[in-house]
């Protein structure tokens, strides 16, 4: 139904003398479309063609063919139709008890007394129907007493079509670990936490134009007038939040596409919203975010990655590159060993490096079957270089988390061990830092069976992230790989030295040999050799390579 005050509203005559009919036009055209109808087919027809957009019905009752009985036995069977609300015209004071069975709203007896009591029935009669439409679309959250979502879309179109140039801003906002909320005060004061905001945020809307709703659980939308400072706005609603219920850890999160595209459907804009607000996700140190055009370019980059990722793979679009490292303990660097790293080669993108797709094959467990291609990959190409060149380096692999936790794990290493016809110690295998902070009984377990049949472990990134030094002390590995951060600084920075030559001299006393990623320069080289560090990796040497680059580091030997 359109907005009462702008859309003139059509009235169906149905009478099968021209004067009744005639006279009931003259009363009522200047102030509704009317439609008439001489008998009841006619009628039904009409009411099919123009269905709710009708208001009202006028209804004679006798007429030859299809009369008005019949007409309200017809709509009373059709859900959509009998929503129109029908008056019938009669003379009859019998009939108005059958016509009010059959659902009709009211009745207005012939002949007809005055103009205006005619028009004040239809009035009144329009006006309630609609009233009750309204009622029953007027979905309301019944914890909040916010607008249920449906209604909540209906009322931003409703805006937009009175508003459209203003500048408007559609909001998210939910509340960080609602679960932990409800499992540790309960759902009493969990449901208290969503009718607080629901308040907060009405008395926003005081203040500025626009509306809200409980979208779901703990999840709130609001369209309002652009604000220059949406912090303050979070703010505001989640400090009187957590006043009330006095629950200090109490964070909510806001996502804002601010001053919307008009031209965009109303849904995508709080997609918009959504995907801001989930940016922050799991993020302590942020509480809102904005939606910017880069960020919504970025991750659809990455679902197409993602969803290309078997396709690229049985095409052969990932290849595996190596990069030398260089034993430094002697008068000049020896070559000692290499990396393997992946790189994706795109049809359309052209070399895509690691780090733009690892994390995200780290989130969905793609890796898994990534890492698999690449040691065999490796397995075979340290088949062929001991086949050209008799002995060989060993080749690291990166085994990222997921497989530690892969209880298949050794059985698989094996099996493409076996398969290439290599040793278990040609291949290394590069464990990261954070999987051994992660899970530290089950990983010492799974690196003490690797070690115990032939495969040589090294901790990777070390210094990167949640690495205790203590943490060394109980973990079996044959090799420390330190981070780039630990590298980066060491020439210029005292104190970056400092941390290196104490990581040092607590690997030493275990016993452990330490391998320096990132080295780029000469000076870092010589500062590393010493302070004792055993092996290097870096641009200093060579980046990675692909494999046909790499046989100069190998027939050179
Ligand atoms: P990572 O294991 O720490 O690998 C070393 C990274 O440092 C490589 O980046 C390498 O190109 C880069 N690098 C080497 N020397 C230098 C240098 O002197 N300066 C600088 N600035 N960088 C240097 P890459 O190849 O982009 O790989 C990034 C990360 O992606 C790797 O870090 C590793 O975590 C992951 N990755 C690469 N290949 C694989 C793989 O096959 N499996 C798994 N699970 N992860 C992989
Ligand atoms: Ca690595
Ligand atoms: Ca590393």
């Not at 123009?50 to 007409?71: A, C």
């Not at 709203?105 to 009591?117: L, N, T």
């Not at 607590?506 to 330490?514: D, Q």
């Not at 780029?520 to 870096?538: I, N, S």
Request: hydrophobic share 40%.
């Amino acid at each position: 139904m359109e907005d009462f005050d702008f859309v003139t509203r059509i009235v169906l005559v149905v009478d099968d003398e021209p004067v009744n009919r005639e006279l009931l036009v003259g009363m009522l055209e200047d102030g509704y479309s009317v439609l008439q109808a001489d008998d009841g087919n006619e009628a039904m027809s009409l009411i099919e063609q123009y269905g709710e957009d009708i208001s009202l019905v006028l209804l004679d009752l006798y007429m030859p063919n299809f009369n008005g009985y019949e007409v309200l036995q017809k709509l009373s069977e059709n859900d959509l139709l009998k929503r129109i609300p029908v008056i019938v015209l009669t003379s009859d004071s019998d009939a108005e008890v059958k016509s009010l069975e059959l659902g009709a709203a009211d009745f207005i007896s012939k002949p007809y007394s005055s103009v205006e009591i005619v028009r004040a029935r239809v009035r009144r009669i329009i006006k309630m129907h609609e009233d009750a439409a309204a009622l029953r679309s007027m979905g309301k959250d019944p914890l909040t007493d916010l607008y249920s979502t449906g209604y909540f879309f209906r009322r931003v179109e409703r805006i937009e079509k009175f508003a459209s140039n203003r500048a408007m801003d559609a909001i998210v906002l939910n509340v960080d670990k609602y679960h932990q909320i409800n499992s540790l005060y309960g759902r009493t004061r969990g449901d208290a936490v969503l009718k607080d905001i629901a308040d907060s945020l009405r008395l926003e809307l005081e203040s500025c134009f626009g509306v809200a709703c409980r979208e779901h659980a703990d999840n709130f939308y609001a369209y309002v007038e652009h604000q220059d400072d949406a912090a303050a706005f979070l703010n505001r609603v989640a400090s009187s939040v957590r006043k009330r219920e006095g629950i200090k850890t109490l964070r909510l999160r806001m996502g804002v596409y601010p001053e919307v595209d008009h031209t965009l459907p109303i849904e995508e804009r709080f997609v918009r919203a959504e995907h801001a607000c989930q940016s922050i996700c799991g993020n302590y140190a942020r509480k809102f975010a904005v939606y910017d055009a880069d960020m919504f370019r970025k991750e659809a980059f990455a679902h197409k990655l993602v969803d290309e990722f078997e396709d690229a793979l049985t095409q052969g679009q990932f290849r595996v590159w190596y990069q030398p490292q260089h034993d430094i303990r002697g008068d000049t660097p020896v070559r000692s060993g290499a990396e393997a790293l992946v790189r994706w080669i795109h049809p359309d993108f052209g070399m895509i490096r690691p780090d733009a797709f690892i994390p995200l094959f780290e989130e969905n467990g793609l890796i898994a079957k990534l890492d698999h291609f690449v040691w065999r990959t490796v397995a075979l190409q340290i088949r062929q270089w001991k086949d050209d060149f008799g002995d060989t380096l060993p080749v690291s692999v990166n085994v990222s988390r997921i497989n530690t936790l892969d209880p298949r794990l050794e059985n698989d290493l094996q099996d493409i061990v076996r398969d290439c016809g290599i040793e278990n110690n040609d291949l290394v295998l590069e464990v990261t830092e954070s999987a051994y902070a992660d899970s530290m009984g089950q990983l010492v377990e799974t690196v003490n069976d690797l070690r115990r049949v032939g495969f040589h472990v090294e901790m990777d990134d070390f210094g990167s992230g949640y690495s205790s030094l203590s943490m060394l002390t109980t973990l079996p590995i044959d090799a420390l790989k330190l981070d780039r951060s630990l590298v980066r600084g060491i020439v210029e920075h005292k104190k970056d030295l400092y941390v290196l030559k104490l990581v040092l001299d607590i690997a030493k006393s275990l016993g452990l040999p330490v391998v320096a990623e990132g080295v780029e320069t000469k000076a870092q080289l010589d500062l590393l050799k010493k302070v004792g560090c055993d092996r290097v990796q870096g641009y200093f040497f060579s980046r990675p390579v692909p494999a046909d680059d790499f046989v100069r580091f190998l027939s050179s030997r």
